[in-house]
């Protein structure tokens, strides 16, 4: 699992986890336990096969004598599609008659899985866990996730995509006990909701479950940061006022002047909402959160260092237009020693970059389509991304000063503001 993105994939315009991010958490519902290690691995039979032999059948009795590498994933996952390349080169090193990769995608769209396929190949068959009923089994609450069976069928380990090499897979052929890195946990805490009592809330249903329902209390000293999603169900922890009005009006902290009190207090958000994709958009959210803050924000024109965005002349060459559909994950972040963009247009590439940068960053490419491109960058290392992005992206980004929309907020008891 790609630990250097964010570990929430919400939607693309959520700031701060534009971009899909190291986990995505499937609905509440689906959680379970992962089988204990060395008890019979849970039958994969309810599963449509893509791309396997003529009568080939996903049974342990079929299967037994291989070793099975189950990979959790779906299209419209970022990291899981970044994922793709380690799972091919993985399939292509060890032996097809004692390895059996199987990808798993819970979805009922088996047309959709084809297209996908074929347009960006994956080793192995392709199972279409039908209703997630597989994923149910496994106990699968967050993707990339992945699962080793042994050659007599019995539950290995749950890991990541990233913590799989040819010699352990090996090891544990050989019946070597290999110790994995754990994968994505989905009864760890983090995933159960904070129990918090309602700064502000909002009900109408009564004792029923509410229709919207938002909590903002301040974090207990040696919380631990964290971002989730579950159940129609968004929560931060430990997070700063500053990180909470960015949220709640979908600005990065760059275009934030903030004139408010030196607050280093941390806080405790969680909101509850049918259709929960819908909350961006509506003013409840920022209204309340800015209340509660005792905060009030209005928009000016000032003049800023700002970064230009635009292209070179081996811009056209070095920057490839993607082959995946607009609905397929899309990434841009750090992979290692590498700065990843897939599937993304430049706006959001822009967005980003002004994220690491913490200036606003103006996208004057005049680029409308989506791209993918991997360039040498390490984290933290922002004169080398700056270096790497025109060197093998064509990207360029020029230091100016212009005049820049910003957030202004201040104290509720401020004299001055809109």
């Not at 008890?39 to 004598?65: C, E, I, N």
């Not at 081996?314 to 899309?330: H, P």
């Not at 700065?339 to 002004?354: H, P, R, S, W, Y």
């Amino acid at each position: 699992m790609l630990r250097i993105f964010e570990r929430v994939h919400i939607r693309t315009a959520l700031r701060g986890s534009l971009i899909a991010l190291v986990a995505v958490f499937l609905e509440a519902a689906s959680l379970s336990a992962h089988p204990e290690k060395g008890t019979p691995a849970p039958p994969l039979d309810s599963m449509k096969l893509l791309q396997a032999p003529v009568g080939a059948r996903a049974d342990w009795a079929s299967l037994r004598g291989k070793i099975v590498v189950l990979e959790f994933w779906a299209t419209w996952c970022g990291p899981c599609v970044v994922s793709i390349p380690h799972w091919n080169d993985l399939a292509a090193r060890l032996d097809p008659t004692k390895f059996q990769f199987i990808t798993v995608d819970q979805s009922d769209d088996a047309e959709k899985i084809s297209a996908f396929i074929q347009r960006k190949p994956m080793a192995g068959w392709a199972g279409v866990d039908r209703g997630g009923m597989v994923s149910k089994l496994y106990g699968v609450g967050a993707i990339p996730a992945t699962m080793i069976i042994d050659r007599k069928g019995r539950f290995v380990a749950a890991t990541t995509p990233d913590e799989l090499n040819a010699e352990d897979l090996n090891g544990v052929y050989e019946g070597r006990n290999i110790r994995f890195a754990s994968g994505p946990e989905t009864k760890s805490a983090d995933l159960r909701m904070a129990d918090t009592r309602s700064a502000v809330e909002v009900k109408t249903l009564g004792d029923r479950r509410p229709v919207f329902e938002l909590s903002l209390t301040p974090a207990k000293q040696g919380t631990r940061p964290f971002t989730g999603i579950a159940n129609d169900t968004f929560e931060k922890r430990a997070v700063s006022a500053m990180d909470l009005i960015a949220d709640a009006y979908q600005v990065d902290n760059a275009r934030i002047d903030w004139r408010g009190r030196d607050d280093q207090s941390l806080y405790n958000f969680r909101v509850t909402m049918e259709g929960l994709e819908r909350l961006w958009s509506f003013a409840i959210y920022q209204q309340n959160v800015t209340l509660a803050l005792r905060l009030k924000v209005h928009k000016e024109h000032e003049t800023r260092k700002v970064l230009i965005m635009r292209t070179n002349e081996n811009a056209r060459e070095l920057l490839k237009e993607t082959v995946l559909d607009e609905n397929t994950g899309k990434l841009c972040g750090y992979d290692g020693d590498r700065f990843v963009i897939q599937n993304t247009g430049m706006g959001d590439v822009a967005l980003k970059l002004e994220k690491l940068f913490g200036v606003p960053v103006l996208n004057e490419t005049g680029r409308s389509e989506r791209f993918e491109a991997s360039v040498a960058a390490r984290e933290g290392d922002l004169a080398g991304l700056k270096e790497s992005l025109v060197k093998e992206a064509g990207l360029m980004l020029t230091e100016e000063e212009k005049k820049v929309e910003m957030l202004v907020v201040e104290n509720e008891d401020s004299g001055t503001g809109k």
